[in-house]
């Protein structure tokens, strides 16, 4: 009897673990089960705006003010698909072996945050400095990269600026200021405020179609 009394009794312990370990599995799973997620935050870290109305899936690391940012500033273009660096580097490829070289993400990031279109930033830039060849003298004595007038004064009244990359961003910030917060945010509507010439449209689109190639 002592011995069926002993068996018994290990039955009983056992039965009670087992009991307690199924309990805590369930209980584990439960717990995941009922963990609370920010929507907003899985949304926006792992879909990019496509257009104003569609949104693509990217990366996790893609900043979500970031891609609206490029939403914003190339009016739904479908570059809005790349990131920051993916536009700089395809912006690289066509921005030459002279002072412009590998200046994409510079351009790409400096007119996102302006909500100014890098790729009629860059046009632009290639456009007034020739650097998609050889730069103009222009832009190796003043870093002046889009023909900007002004102080302090430089080769017969053009803009002097003190290193290529304050060239880039001073013409970006002239396009913010004059252009794009006054309503003109494409080549059609800056072209007659920023050039005389009549072929000055054409030739610009003719860049911004070579760089997004």
Known sequence: MRKSHVISI???????SMIVIALIIIGLTNKNSFISYDTDQIITTSMKYESASTIKEVSMTTSPEATLNIAQATQG??????TVAEIGAQLNKHLGTDMLMNKGELIASYSISLQVDPYVAAAIMLHESGCGSRCSGLTRTCFNVAGQKGSPSCNGGYKKFSSIDEGIKGA???LYKNYYSKGYN?????GPRYAESNTWIPKINSYIKKLKS
């Open 10 to 16: 290990l039955l009983s312990t056992c039965g009670v």
């Open 77 to 82: 273009d479908i570059i809005t698909k790349m």
């Open 186 to 190: 494409t080549v059609e509507k800056i």
């Open 172 to 174: 970006i910030n002239n």
